[in-house]
Each structure stands twice: as C-alpha cells, then as structure tokens.
C-alpha cells in the first residue's frame, strides 16, 4: 500500500492547524498518510487504534502521540466508542531555536519519538488537565482573533510543547543508547510484508528464516517494536489492504480475500468484523453511499 502524502496550506506564513475535539467513525478516517508537519494528538474519550511506523498503539482517554513529520500511520476509531481527540498540526520552521543558554530543544520529544520510535505519551491528571487547557486555549484564540491571536497561539504551543517534553525525555534520557534503533533484519522484514499480503508465506516460521534470525528471538525482537505478534500484525494489515480494495475496486468479497492472503472467507468475515464492527458487505455499502 502506498502512503498518501497530506498537505496543509502554508499561504499566510503560520504553519499552524488544530483539528479540535473531532470525533471520527472508521469511514472517515485517511488511510495510511503523511504529511511534513509534526502532529500532537489528544484523546478525550472513546477507544480505537493507532498505527504509527509499523507499530499500533491502543487509544484511551488521557493519551498523547507524537508523529513527528514524514512518519505514516492511520487511525481506526472503535465503530461503537469512537475516539474524541484534538490534532494540533505545525510546521517544525514555528518553533524557532532560542538561544537562552540552554541546549533544549522544544522540538526534542519529537525527535526522541523518531529515534526510540516511541510515539504515545501517558499522563497524570495534572497533565491532562494542562493540555486539555492549552488546546483550549488555541481554540478560543482562533476563533476570537483578537490582536495578536497568532502570538498568544504559538505561546500555547511553546507552553504545550515544554509540558509534553518535561514528560517525555526524562524517560527518554535514560533510554538513548544505540541499541535502540530497529535492526536491518527487522525494516527489511516489515516491508517484505507490505509488498506481499497476499502470500502464504508470512507465518513466524517462514519470516524469521528468511531473515536468518531464530524464530524466539525473531518474535520478541518484532513484538517489542511493533506492538503485537506476527500473526495479529499481518492480519491487521491484510485487513486494512481489504479496506482499501473494498473501496478502489468492484472485485468481489471472494476475490479480495483471495488477494490479501485470507484462507477462508469466513475467517476473512470474522476479521473483518472484529476491527471494523461491520461486514466488508456493510462497509462497502457504507462508504459508497450505495
């Protein structure tokens, strides 16, 4: 699957959008996307899934993301408590360096999240309550625009970004070793596995010896950086391949199952559901309007 690249309009010289308290169903959401912006996203409530670089996060009330710019992912909002949040989008250049003595960048959290690879942030209550107050803050300057709007927007920035790093490099400091990078075996498997849902050959077994690496160390290395184990992660995959053709084309339901590796049509149904809430029936209709 190829990545859609998302644009923002930077005509008026403040890079800046918030998408504030927006509930979205699954039909609504972009598929994988990326864009040159840095995103900070805030959940509310409800529940769902985000898939950030290869990796899928659970989404719960009081979590924050990083996706720093370039960095695909694509969010599946739970079909019955779909999740509430803000997106605070920016271009890096909004933040420019201070030299105040200090080597600090407010854009380090970012810059941690890429190289640990580490995207979502738990909160205090403390925390929850400061950021809810600062996108509500943005918001309001927004929309009242009072003289100087901009100015008072990006000192909600500033402040949001101090809060969300005092958070997150502490954590991060202690964690800065080399080691922490992705290995070659592990990058090279996870785009085989983009390129080929729809082979067979995608089990434990097959992967890691086409990786050179033993099956037990092979899962644990995969599981701790992606977040699930193999077998949940390419079905997860293959089912958002089928949500794709499910949409782009008029092949039926047999034949998509076919081509995204599913043995069964029934355990095709049952996955299906299990993410979407719906039968691809049901989400085709839907999001065709037919």
Request: net charge neutral.
């Given at each position: 699957m190829q990545a859609i690249h998302k644009r923002f309009e930077d005509s008026d010289n403040f890079p800046f959008s918030l998408v504030y308290k927006d509930t979205k169903s699954p039909q609504r959401e972009l598929p994988d996307h990326l864009h040159d912006w840095h995103e900070l996203i805030y959940v509310y409530a409800g529940k769902?899934?985000?898939?950030?670089?290869?990796?899928?996060?659970?989404?719960?009330?009081?979590?924050?993301?990083?996706?720093?710019?370039?960095?695909?992912?694509?969010?599946?909002?739970?079909?019955?408590?779909?999740?509430?949040?803000?997106?605070?989008?920016?271009?890096?250049?909004?933040?420019?360096?201070?030299?105040?003595?200090?080597?600090?960048?407010?854009?380090?959290?970012?810059?941690?999240?890429?190289?640990?690879?580490?995207?979502?942030?738990?909160?205090?209550?403390?925390?929850?309550?400061?950021?809810?107050?600062?996108?509500?803050?943005?918001?309001?300057?927004?929309?009242?625009r009072l003289p100087n709007y901009r100015v008072a927007i990006l000192i909600r920035i500033h402040e949001l970004l101090l809060t969300v790093n005092r958070m997150a490099v502490p954590e991060s400091a202690a964690q800065d070793e080399p080691g922490g990078a992705e290995p070659v075996w592990m990058r090279s498997t996870l785009t085989y596995i983009d390129a080929h849902l729809g082979d067979a050959d995608l089990k434990l077994a097959d992967l890691s010896r086409r990786a050179a690496i033993t099956p037990s160390h092979f899962s644990?290395?995969?599981?701790?950086?992606?977040?699930?184990?193999?077998?949940?992660?390419?079905?997860?995959?293959?089912?958002?391949?089928?949500?794709?053709?499910?949409l782009r084309t008029d092949d039926s339901i047999g034949a998509i199952c076919a081509q995204c590796g599913f043995d069964s049509e029934s355990y095709f149904y049952k996955k299906f559901k299990q993410m979407t809430g719906m039968t691809p029936s049901a989400y085709k209709r839907g999001e065709r309007g037919g």
């Amino acid at each position: 699957m190829q990545a859609i690249h998302k644009r923002f309009e930077d005509s008026d010289n403040f890079p800046f959008s918030l998408v504030y308290k927006d509930t979205k169903s699954p039909q609504r959401e972009l598929p994988d996307h990326l864009h040159d912006w840095h995103e900070l996203i805030y959940v509310y409530a409800g529940k769902g899934t985000l898939f950030i670089n290869h990796a899928f996060y659970d989404m719960r009330p009081g979590d924050v993301f990083l996706i720093p710019g370039n960095t695909v992912h694509r969010a599946f909002p739970d079909e019955r408590t779909p999740v509430t949040s803000s997106a605070l989008f920016f271009a890096p250049s909004l933040i420019q360096p201070m030299n105040l003595g200090e080597s600090y960048s407010l854009l380090r959290c970012f810059e941690q999240a890429r190289k640990r690879k580490q995207y979502k942030l738990e909160t205090s209550a403390a925390e929850r309550e400061t950021i809810a107050r600062l996108l509500d803050d943005s918001q309001r300057e927004g929309i009242t625009r009072l003289p100087n709007y901009r100015v008072a927007i990006l000192i909600r920035i500033h402040e949001l970004l101090l809060t969300v790093n005092r958070m997150a490099v502490p954590e991060s400091a202690a964690q800065d070793e080399p080691g922490g990078a992705e290995p070659v075996w592990m990058r090279s498997t996870l785009t085989y596995i983009d390129a080929h849902l729809g082979d067979a050959d995608l089990k434990l077994a097959d992967l890691s010896r086409r990786a050179a690496i033993t099956p037990s160390h092979f899962s644990r290395v995969f599981k701790q950086l992606t977040g699930m184990n193999v077998t949940d992660y390419v079905v997860v995959k293959r089912i958002m391949l089928s949500k794709e053709l499910l949409l782009r084309t008029d092949d039926s339901i047999g034949a998509i199952c076919a081509q995204c590796g599913f043995d069964s049509e029934s355990y095709f149904y049952k996955k299906f559901k299990q993410m979407t809430g719906m039968t691809p029936s049901a989400y085709k209709r839907g999001e065709r309007g037919g």
